[in-house]
Protein backbone atom coordinates (compact mmCIF):
# COMPACT_ATOMS: atom_id res chain seq x y z
CA UNK A 1 0.00 0.00 0.00
CA UNK A 2 2.80 2.39 0.92
CA UNK A 3 4.37 1.85 -2.61
CA UNK A 4 1.31 2.48 -4.63
CA UNK A 5 0.18 5.68 -2.85
CA UNK A 6 3.38 6.92 -3.07
CA UNK A 7 4.11 6.13 -6.72
CA UNK A 8 0.36 7.00 -7.35
CA UNK A 9 1.24 10.49 -6.47
CA UNK A 10 4.23 11.35 -8.63
CA UNK A 11 3.34 12.68 -12.15
CA UNK A 12 4.52 11.12 -15.53
CA UNK A 13 7.83 13.36 -15.17
CA UNK A 14 8.58 12.45 -12.33
CA UNK A 15 8.73 8.92 -12.09
CA UNK A 16 11.53 7.31 -9.74
CA UNK A 17 14.59 6.21 -10.78
CA UNK A 18 15.24 2.67 -10.62
CA UNK A 19 17.33 3.44 -7.22
CA UNK A 20 14.72 4.89 -5.87
CA UNK A 21 12.04 2.53 -7.29
CA UNK A 22 14.51 -0.10 -5.55
CA UNK A 23 14.70 2.08 -2.17
CA UNK A 24 10.66 2.36 -2.51
CA UNK A 25 10.18 -0.83 -2.72
CA UNK A 26 12.24 -2.20 0.84
CA UNK A 27 10.41 0.83 2.64
CA UNK A 28 7.09 -0.88 1.40
CA UNK A 29 8.63 -4.20 2.98
CA UNK A 30 9.67 -2.83 6.32
CA UNK A 31 7.32 0.10 7.26
CA UNK A 32 5.67 0.08 10.56
CA UNK A 33 1.64 0.55 10.66
CA UNK A 34 1.12 3.99 10.87
CA UNK A 35 -0.08 5.38 14.12
CA UNK A 36 -3.80 5.54 14.26
CA UNK A 37 -5.64 8.34 16.12
CA UNK A 38 -8.14 5.66 17.13
CA UNK A 39 -5.41 4.54 19.17
CA UNK A 40 -6.52 7.30 21.49
CA UNK A 41 -9.16 6.17 22.78
CA UNK A 42 -9.58 7.03 26.35
CA UNK A 43 -7.06 10.17 25.74
CA UNK A 44 -9.58 11.92 23.99
CA UNK A 45 -13.28 11.01 23.59
CA UNK A 46 -14.76 9.45 20.79
CA UNK A 47 -16.33 12.62 19.48
CA UNK A 48 -12.82 14.48 19.17
CA UNK A 49 -11.64 11.91 17.45
CA UNK A 50 -14.18 11.25 15.39
CA UNK A 51 -13.81 15.15 14.43
CA UNK A 52 -10.15 14.74 14.01
CA UNK A 53 -10.59 11.97 11.28
CA UNK A 54 -13.13 14.17 9.19
CA UNK A 55 -11.13 17.17 9.42
CA UNK A 56 -8.23 14.98 7.79
CA UNK A 57 -10.19 13.69 5.46
CA UNK A 58 -10.75 16.99 4.03
CA UNK A 59 -6.97 18.17 4.26
CA UNK A 60 -5.80 15.43 2.92
CA UNK A 61 -7.95 15.93 -0.30
CA UNK A 62 -6.44 18.62 -1.44
CA UNK A 63 -2.58 16.77 -0.85
CA UNK A 64 -3.74 14.18 -3.41
CA UNK A 65 -1.49 15.76 -6.16
CA UNK A 66 1.67 16.14 -3.73
CA UNK A 67 4.12 15.22 -5.93
CA UNK A 68 7.42 15.02 -2.65
CA UNK A 69 8.93 11.99 -2.69
CA UNK A 70 8.72 12.63 1.17
CA UNK A 71 7.59 8.86 1.32
CA UNK A 72 11.22 7.60 0.78
CA UNK A 73 13.24 10.82 2.89
CA UNK A 74 11.29 10.38 5.89
CA UNK A 75 11.52 5.94 6.03
CA UNK A 76 15.61 6.99 5.45
CA UNK A 77 16.06 9.64 7.67
CA UNK A 78 13.57 7.42 10.93
CA UNK A 79 16.01 3.95 9.70
CA UNK A 80 19.25 6.14 9.84
CA UNK A 81 18.59 7.78 13.11
CA UNK A 82 17.39 4.31 14.63
CA UNK A 83 19.74 1.95 13.28
CA UNK A 84 23.10 4.21 12.54
CA UNK A 85 22.52 6.26 15.68
CA UNK A 86 22.62 9.12 13.43
CA UNK A 87 21.45 11.76 16.25
CA UNK A 88 23.01 9.73 19.29
CA UNK A 89 23.00 5.79 21.11
CA UNK A 90 19.91 7.17 23.16
CA UNK A 91 17.57 8.31 20.47
CA UNK A 92 14.13 7.32 19.01
CA UNK A 93 12.15 8.67 16.25
CA UNK A 94 8.26 8.26 16.99
CA UNK A 95 5.43 8.00 13.80
CA UNK A 96 2.55 10.65 13.96
CA UNK A 97 -0.73 10.35 12.50
CA UNK A 98 -1.77 11.66 9.68
CA UNK A 99 -3.68 14.39 11.75
CA UNK A 100 -0.51 16.08 13.15
CA UNK A 101 0.55 15.83 9.67
CA UNK A 102 -1.29 18.12 7.99
CA UNK A 103 -2.17 19.92 11.06
CA UNK A 104 0.80 20.61 12.69
CA UNK A 105 2.56 19.77 9.53
CA UNK A 106 5.25 17.15 11.96
CA UNK A 107 6.42 13.71 10.09
CA UNK A 108 7.72 12.31 13.05
CA UNK A 109 9.61 13.44 16.48
CA UNK A 110 13.12 12.55 17.31
CA UNK A 111 13.33 11.95 21.30
CA UNK A 112 16.34 11.06 23.53
CA UNK A 113 15.95 9.10 26.56
CA UNK A 114 17.30 12.21 29.16
CA UNK A 115 16.46 13.52 31.98
CA UNK A 116 14.51 16.30 30.32
CA UNK A 117 13.13 14.29 27.68
CA UNK A 118 14.42 16.12 24.82
CA UNK A 119 12.43 16.41 21.78
CA UNK A 120 12.33 17.78 17.90
CA UNK A 121 9.25 17.97 15.61
CA UNK A 122 10.82 16.97 12.33
CA UNK A 123 9.22 18.45 8.82
CA UNK A 124 10.86 16.52 5.74
CA UNK A 125 10.34 17.81 1.99
CA UNK A 126 12.30 16.86 -1.11
CA UNK A 127 11.54 19.69 -3.62
CA UNK A 128 13.51 21.82 -5.98
CA UNK A 129 11.21 24.62 -5.09
CA UNK A 130 12.52 27.31 -2.52
CA UNK A 131 8.71 28.74 -2.23
CA UNK A 132 7.80 25.28 -0.54
CA UNK A 133 11.10 25.44 1.79
CA UNK A 134 9.74 29.13 3.04
CA UNK A 135 6.44 28.42 3.38
CA UNK A 136 7.75 25.73 6.08
CA UNK A 137 10.18 28.47 7.50
CA UNK A 138 7.08 30.90 7.50
CA UNK A 139 5.27 28.42 9.68
CA UNK A 140 7.74 27.91 12.55
CA UNK A 141 8.32 31.79 12.63
CA UNK A 142 4.61 32.10 13.19
CA UNK A 143 5.08 29.77 16.11
CA UNK A 144 7.76 31.73 17.46
CA UNK A 145 5.91 35.14 17.50
CA UNK A 146 3.12 33.19 19.31
CA UNK A 147 5.96 32.48 21.71
CA UNK A 148 4.90 29.10 20.87
CA UNK A 149 6.21 25.60 19.15
CA UNK A 150 5.02 22.95 17.91
CA UNK A 151 2.35 21.12 19.37
CA UNK A 152 1.74 17.42 18.84
CA UNK A 153 -1.92 15.96 19.99
CA UNK A 154 -1.43 12.24 19.38
CA UNK A 155 1.97 11.97 20.61
CA UNK A 156 3.05 7.81 21.73
CA UNK A 157 6.61 7.40 22.44
CA UNK A 158 8.81 4.53 21.19
CA UNK A 159 10.90 4.70 24.45
CA UNK A 160 10.70 0.95 25.01
CA UNK A 161 12.91 1.08 27.97
CA UNK A 162 10.68 3.65 29.73
CA UNK A 163 8.32 2.15 32.46
CA UNK A 164 5.81 4.67 31.78
CA UNK A 165 6.05 5.76 28.10
CA UNK A 166 4.37 8.85 27.01
CA UNK A 167 1.17 9.14 25.06
CA UNK A 168 -0.95 11.98 24.53
CA UNK A 169 -0.68 15.80 23.57
CA UNK A 170 3.26 17.75 23.74
CA UNK A 171 3.49 21.30 23.55
CA UNK A 172 6.36 23.52 22.81
CA UNK A 173 8.60 20.96 20.86
CA UNK A 174 10.89 22.67 18.67
CA UNK A 175 10.51 22.31 15.32
CA UNK A 176 13.32 21.45 12.40
CA UNK A 177 12.87 20.96 8.84
CA UNK A 178 15.24 18.20 6.72
CA UNK A 179 15.37 18.91 3.00
CA UNK A 180 16.35 16.93 -0.36
CA UNK A 181 16.16 18.32 -3.72
CA UNK A 182 15.69 15.45 -6.24
CA UNK A 183 19.37 14.81 -7.30
CA UNK A 184 20.34 14.16 -3.99
CA UNK A 185 17.77 12.36 -2.60
CA UNK A 186 18.62 10.06 -6.02
CA UNK A 187 22.35 9.79 -4.47
CA UNK A 188 21.24 8.66 -1.66
CA UNK A 189 18.98 6.02 -3.16
CA UNK A 190 21.60 4.92 -5.21
CA UNK A 191 24.18 4.18 -2.25
CA UNK A 192 21.06 2.55 -0.30
CA UNK A 193 20.39 0.38 -3.34
CA UNK A 194 24.55 -0.76 -3.91
CA UNK A 195 25.90 -3.25 -1.48
CA UNK A 196 25.43 -3.26 1.63
CA UNK A 197 23.59 -0.01 0.94
CA UNK A 198 22.34 0.53 4.52
CA UNK A 199 25.48 0.23 6.22
CA UNK A 200 27.29 2.63 3.69
CA UNK A 201 24.70 5.17 4.05
CA UNK A 202 24.92 4.95 7.94
CA UNK A 203 28.74 5.88 7.95
CA UNK A 204 28.69 8.89 5.25
CA UNK A 205 29.13 12.87 6.26
CA UNK A 206 25.37 13.58 5.35
CA UNK A 207 24.51 12.97 9.58
CA UNK A 208 26.92 15.28 10.27
CA UNK A 209 25.49 17.71 7.35
CA UNK A 210 22.05 17.26 8.97
CA UNK A 211 23.51 17.64 12.41
CA UNK A 212 24.83 20.82 11.36
CA UNK A 213 21.83 22.47 9.90
CA UNK A 214 19.47 21.52 12.47
CA UNK A 215 21.58 22.68 14.78
CA UNK A 216 22.03 26.11 13.13
CA UNK A 217 18.00 26.59 12.84
CA UNK A 218 18.07 25.95 16.22
CA UNK A 219 20.13 28.39 17.36
CA UNK A 220 18.67 30.97 14.56
CA UNK A 221 15.58 30.13 16.24
CA UNK A 222 16.75 30.57 19.82
CA UNK A 223 18.58 34.32 18.85
CA UNK A 224 15.28 35.13 17.16
CA UNK A 225 12.89 34.53 20.31
CA UNK A 226 15.77 36.53 21.93
CA UNK A 227 16.15 39.64 20.31
CA UNK A 228 12.71 39.70 18.27
CA UNK A 229 10.20 38.62 20.71
CA UNK A 230 9.71 40.21 23.98
CA UNK A 231 9.64 38.15 26.88
CA UNK A 232 10.92 35.27 24.20
CA UNK A 233 13.84 34.48 26.54
CA UNK A 234 11.47 33.30 28.95
CA UNK A 235 9.28 31.26 27.20
CA UNK A 236 9.01 27.29 27.37
CA UNK A 237 10.01 26.93 23.96
CA UNK A 238 13.18 29.14 24.16
CA UNK A 239 14.08 26.68 27.05
CA UNK A 240 13.36 23.69 24.73
CA UNK A 241 15.30 25.17 22.11
CA UNK A 242 18.25 25.91 23.89
CA UNK A 243 18.46 22.48 25.40
CA UNK A 244 18.09 20.34 22.04
CA UNK A 245 20.57 23.00 20.72
CA UNK A 246 23.14 22.03 23.61
CA UNK A 247 22.52 18.31 23.91
CA UNK A 248 23.14 18.37 19.78
CA UNK A 249 26.33 19.85 19.90
CA UNK A 250 27.69 17.43 22.35
CA UNK A 251 26.50 14.48 19.82
CA UNK A 252 28.15 16.57 16.54
CA UNK A 253 31.25 17.01 18.40
CA UNK A 254 31.73 13.59 19.46
CA UNK A 255 30.54 12.62 15.77
CA UNK A 256 33.19 14.51 14.34
CA UNK A 257 36.12 12.96 16.35
CA UNK A 258 34.35 9.70 14.61
CA UNK A 259 37.29 7.64 12.62
CA UNK A 260 33.59 6.02 11.60
CA UNK A 261 32.42 8.54 9.55
CA UNK A 262 33.59 9.48 6.30
CA UNK A 263 35.05 13.01 5.95
CA UNK A 264 33.09 14.38 3.32
CA UNK A 265 30.49 13.21 0.93
CA UNK A 266 28.82 13.88 -1.96
CA UNK A 267 25.19 13.31 -0.51
CA UNK A 268 24.25 16.90 1.09
CA UNK A 269 20.63 18.19 2.71
CA UNK A 270 19.63 21.13 1.77
CA UNK A 271 20.78 24.36 4.11
CA UNK A 272 17.63 25.33 5.50
CA UNK A 273 19.52 27.16 8.14
CA UNK A 274 20.50 29.62 5.98
CA UNK A 275 16.74 30.43 4.73
CA UNK A 276 15.60 30.41 8.05
CA UNK A 277 18.80 32.97 9.34
CA UNK A 278 16.90 35.40 5.94
CA UNK A 279 13.48 35.18 7.06
CA UNK A 280 13.62 35.38 10.80
CA UNK A 281 16.51 37.68 11.49
CA UNK A 282 16.72 40.00 8.01
CA UNK A 283 14.49 42.34 9.87
Known amino acids: MFRENFLAQLNEDEKLTAAEDKVCDEMRRVKEPGLKEEDFEGVYSKTEIERDLELTKRLEKGHALHTERGGILEEVLRQQIYHSCWLGDNC ?81 IPSVIIAFDYDNLKKMCEIIAGPNGKERLGKTSLQIYILEDIISQLGIQEEYLRKNIPGGSDTNIYKNIKRAKEYLEEILETKRQSAEIENRGNVKNESISEREKFTLLAA
Open 92 to 172: ETAQTTKFDDYINHTDFVIEWDTKDRIKLAVDTTVTNDPEVIEKKVIKVKNELDRKMGTTIKYFQSNLTWEDNPEKGELKD
